[in-house]
């Protein structure tokens, strides 16, 4: 694979790598402004620009110019109509010229370039600028990202701070543009004042002077890099290639350059050497005149701090002053052969320094500040020996004075305090203690305040040169102790006082505790029982709360009298404080019950009352209104329950009876229908009533077992039953004429179900069935007693009424000479045929029950077949329906 087909294999991962990316909406901010300018850095060469990266290119005509001028080559001639297919038509020219540069567009097609997709526009654009402006980029046999990446870590390697490793984070603080900047052109940046923490300077700084002075426009913006955890990279590497094309022509002039530089440079580090060394000998010989009068200075210092600080300063001189000097010195000397080698072997004149500044004048100079150097160090090592012997008994005062200075701080101010005038009991009890161990520790010290007394007093004796400041100190430490001496007795005095009042005061905290107490819980639970909200059902439940009340009003003088007992032993507390001053620091300690809570619960309590005699009375009228309306229902239930039981009872009765034909029992049930209908009246009066108990909140009733609903249920079976009897002789009627069935047969057979019906319901069930078809003299296996039922129960019900079981009976009756009357009745209709037509039978039946028969027609299937006729089982089934025929 040659190189332009790694290339090109690096331009498709890059496009792959961060296609996913494109969107972010702060690098898509940051790559339209880059491709932007960057395209508009080739377009203007061509007369024009474009403002919008996704808009100006959807007619292709500013794309193909723009490959144009990067590419050097024409491109075939655009399309100039306005229409979709002329715009395609030139992007793909675009596209094709892309492609024939060898460079595989992935996902990119015309239509969404047209269409002003911003992702595959940007994608495009830096698809281009891979292969136009950073593919041909070669450093050291790399190529494209990796060779431009050597480049500028080649050219910023000598700058601080500059650390190029990738084409993002690496330029956040923007001194990775100046050091490029400053490296090919080091005049139009002053690289030593930029700082590390202001990227934003540094950034608009390379970018104005890019923009400026190398003609490359801004294509970042400052602001945007900063606030950019990861700028974008294909935005950055665009730029810094404008930078690699624009200083690469400027590398070959700098390496002609220091070619000759290089022949001017020994001349000049020559006049340079003989420059440095009269500057370094003139410096060296005036620090030596300085330095040798400080050296010689013999003033002495009263305070071994004083002479110490000398000694440290001496000290710096050797460790930090003069070891520089020296060094200069050599230098010096090293400078001045080294020049004179060079002079010689440049066949120049050999140097001679200016006069004083010889070599030899220097030494002896030098000479001269050691021996200073050597006197000043044992002058101050003697000094420092007078000294210390005292210092020695000063620091020794200044410790024990500082020691009890410490132990005394604040002590003062804690034997001032007054917190004893709110302190409870327990805390007076507790300060108490501490101040006795005060006292020890005050008595413990008065050792150590007669020490410091002696030494100042020595130290008057010695002539010490700070004694008036040691005598003030001393004066100081004996006038305070004498005064934390007066406090502490003041102290003990208060506080012994104070605890013997506020023991008084705390048994009649206590007292008042122990009886607040339960007083309130028998208010709080006498507002709670007065404000109950109670639910009572009858007169005797209204009755006890009422005694109940009238109990609790007859212990109210007896607590009235504790109330003024409690507030008593208050009103005493109050009066001790007033007459001794008390400040007493909170509440009672041993109950939260204050006097104004007790007077507030106890007025509630006497509101209460009243308004709970009212509540009693109110409800109590109410309870006679609801017991009034409970007997009143009643008195209407307990009549109209009975009665529907009873007319439920005759109604079976009389379902069951055979008394007379079936046309009387149906008259006598229609009679008995109407009676039952006149009865609604009272069943809509007791409606009337139950309405007002349920408005009433009755829930119960004592005078009767009947509820509305039972009430409204039987009525309803009331009214079901006496319709359904009526339904079944109505049917049984219909089934005797249509069957044949005489009176004695129907009575027969309502006394054999009657017989079997052993549960009295009116329906037999599967066993009592099966019984009373045996009894018939039926001789069945499983399968058809089966077929039996399957016609009796046809909805598999377990059951067999008495209108099935007539039904039943009456068919297998009528069943032996059917078949003989249907056939009878079809040769007569059809004469020598086998089918009857639909005209024959609209000729012989009447309207109505042919047309009944025509639509129940079915094909006749005979050998002789005629359309729309009706053979023997089609008319046996249009004349008696499904049957076993």
């Given at each position: ?5 790694e290339?090109?294999d ?21 790559q339209?402004?880059?491709?932007t300018?960057?395209?508009?850095s080739?377009?203007?060469k061509a007369?024009?620009?474009?403002e ?5 290119f959807?007619?292709?005509?500013k ?5 144009e ?5 024409r ?12 715009k395609?038509?030139n992007?793909?020219k675009?596209l094709?010229f892309?492609a ?6 992935v996902?990119?097609?015309?239509e969404e ?14 698809t ?7 593919q ?8 494209a990202k ?9 050219k910023t ?12 984070i690496s330029?956040?603080d923007?001194?990775g ?10 005049e ?5 004042k930029?700082?590390?923490?202001d990227?934003?300077t540094n950034?608009n ?5 890019a923009?400026k002075?190398?003609?490359?426009p801004k294509?970042?913006d400052?602001e ?7 700028p ?31 022949v001017?440079?020994v ?5 340079q ?5 009269e ?18 200075n013999?003033?002495?210092e009263?305070?071994m ?5 000398k000694l440290?300063d ?5 460790r930090?002053?003069k ?18 080698t ?8 050999a140097f ?35 000294l ?8 020794k ?13 604040g ?6 305090q ?9 805390e ?5 203690k501490?101040h006795?161990?005060?006292?020890s520790?005050l ?12 030494i ?13 400041s040691v005598?003030?100190q001393?004066?100081k ?11 502490t ?7 012994e006082?104070?605890e013997k009042?506020?023991?008084?005061i705390?048994?009649l905290?206590?007292e008042y505790?122990k ?6 819980n028998?208010?709080?639970?006498a ?16 009755q006890?709360?009422?005694t109940?009340?009238?109990?609790f009003?007859a ?9 003024q007992?409690?507030l ?10 007033q007459?001794?001053?008390?400040n007493m ?10 006097p104004v809570e ?9 509101q209460?009352v ?15 209104h ?12 307990n009549v ?8 439920m009872?005759?109604?079976?009765r009389?379902?069951?009876?055979m008394h007379?034909?079936?046309?009387d ?14 009865y ?14 349920q ?6 009733n004592k005078?009767t077992?009947?509820?509305m ?12 039953t ?6 079944e ?15 004695e047969?129907?009575?027969e ?35 058809e007693f ?15 009424t ?13 069943d ?13 209709l059809a ?15 009447p309207?109505?029950q042919?047309?009944?028969?025509i ?5 006749y299937t ?12 089609s008319?046996?089934?249009a004349?008696?329906?499904?049957s076993?025929?």
């Open positions: 694979m040659d190189q332009y087909d290339n090109h690096y331009m498709h991962q890059e496009d792959d790598w961060d296609r996913d990316m494109l969107l972010d909406p702060a690098w898509e901010k940051q339209r402004k880059t491709f300018a960057w395209c508009n080739h377009l203007r007369g024009t620009q474009i919008s990266i996704e808009d100006d959807r007619d292709g005509l794309l193909m110019l723009l490959l001028v990067i590419s050097g080559e491109l075939p001639k655009p399309e100039r109509g306005k229409m979709r297919v002329h395609i038509s992007v793909n675009a094709e892309i024939s540069k060898g460079v595989k567009l996902s990119i097609g015309a370039i047209v269409d002003g997709n911003a992702k595959m526009t940007l994608g495009m654009i830096w281009i600028i891979l292969r136009f402006a950073i041909d980029i070669s450093v050291e046999e790399t190529s990796e060779g431009l990446l050597l480049w500028c870590q080649r390697a000598p700058y601080k701070n500059v650390n190029i490793q990738n084409f993002h330029w956040k923007g001194l543009f100046c050091a490029l900047i400053h490296r090919h052109r080091p139009l940046i002053d690289y030593g930029l700082r590390k923490d990227p934003l950034l700084t390379a970018f104005d002077v923009e002075y190398l003609d490359i294509m970042l400052a945007d890099i900063i606030s950019t955890l990861r974008d990279e294909k935005a950055v590497m665009t730029y810094v290639s404008c930078y690699y094309h624009a200083f690469s022509g400027a590398q070959k002039a700098e390496t002609a350059a220091n070619r000759i530089c290089k001017l440079a001349n000049q580090e020559n006049e050497l003989m420059e440095d060394y500057k370094l000998a003139s410096d060296l010989l005036e620090w030596i005149r300085r330095t040798i009068p400080w050296l010689e013999r003033t002495p009263n305070t701090q004083a002479m110490q600080q440290e001496f000290r710096d001189y050797r930090l002053h070891p520089p000097k020296v060094q200069e010195k050599c230098q010096l000397e090293i400078n001045f052969n080294t020049l004179q060079k002079l010689r072997l440049s066949n120049r004149p001679m320094p200016s006069e004083g500044k010889m070599v030899s004048d220097i030494n002896n100079a030098w000479g001269t500040l050691e021996h200073a150097e050597k006197g000043y160090e044992e002058w101050m090592l003697n000094e420092i020996g007078r210390e012997r005292l210092d020695h008994l000063a620091e005062f200044r410790q024990k004075a500082c020691i009890h200075e410490a132990w005394t701080d002590k003062e101010e804690m034997l001032k007054k917190d004893y005038e709110t302190a409870t009991l327990s007076i009890k507790a300060l108490l501490k006795e161990a005060f006292e520790d008595a413990a010290h008065q050792d150590r305040v007669e020490q410091i007394a002696a100042a007093q020595e130290l008057n004796e010695l002539d010490y040169y700070d004694s008036p005598n003030a001393c004066q430490i004996c006038d305070q102790w004498d005064n934390l001496g007066a406090l007795q003041t102290r003990k005095e208060a506080l006082r104070t009042l506020l023991e008084t705390d048994q905290y206590l505790a009886r607040a107490a339960p007083f309130n028998w208010m709080e639970g507002m709670e029982d007065l404000q109950d909200t109670f639910i009572v059902h009858t007169i005797e439940e209204i006890g709360l009422t109940a009340h009238e109990q009003k212990t109210l003088p007896e607590a009235d009298k504790e109330r007992a409690i008593g032993i208050h009103n005493e507390v109050t009066k001790i404080v007459t001794y001053h008390v620091a909170g509440s009672n300690p041993y109950t939260t019950i204050t007790i007077n507030n619960k106890w007025d509630k309590v006497r209460l009243p308004q709970r005699d009212n509540a009693l009375m109110e409800e109590h009228a109410r309870q006679q609801n017991e009034k309306l409970r007997k009143q229902f009643a008195a209407q239930a109209v329950g009975p009665w529907i039981q009873t007319k009872q005759e109604i079976g009389i379902s069951i009876e007379g034909t079936l046309e029992q149906l008259n006598h049930l229609r009679q008995y229908e109407k009676n039952i209908v006149n609604k009246p009272k069943i809509d009066q007791l409606e009337g009533d139950h309405q007002q108990i408005e009433a909140l009755i829930f119960d005078h077992l009947y509820t609903e039972h009430i409204r249920v039987g009525w309803e079976q009331l009214l079901t006496i319709a359904r009897t009526i339904n002789i109505e049917n049984q009627i219909l089934t005797r004429d249509a069957k044949g069935i005489s009176q047969q129907m009575n057979f309502r006394s054999s179900f009657n017989h079997f019906d052993r549960k009295k319901t009116g329906m037999m069930d599967v066993d009592d069935f099966r019984a009373c078809l045996i009894s018939m003299g039926y001789n069945m296996g499983e399968s089966a077929r039996i039922m399957s016609i009796v129960d046809p909805n598999h019900l377990g059951v067999v008495f209108q099935a079981f007539i039904d039943f009976m009456s068919r297998e009756t009528a032996t000479d059917t078949a003989d009357q249907v056939m009878a009745s079809f040769k007569i004469g020598d045929k086998n089918y009857i037509t639909a005209e024959e039978l609209r000729r012989e039946l309207p109505d042919a047309e009944y028969c639509v129940r027609m079915a094909p005979g050998p002789d077949a005629v359309p729309g006729a009706l053979d023997y089982m008319f046996s089934t004349l008696y329906g499904e076993d025929l």
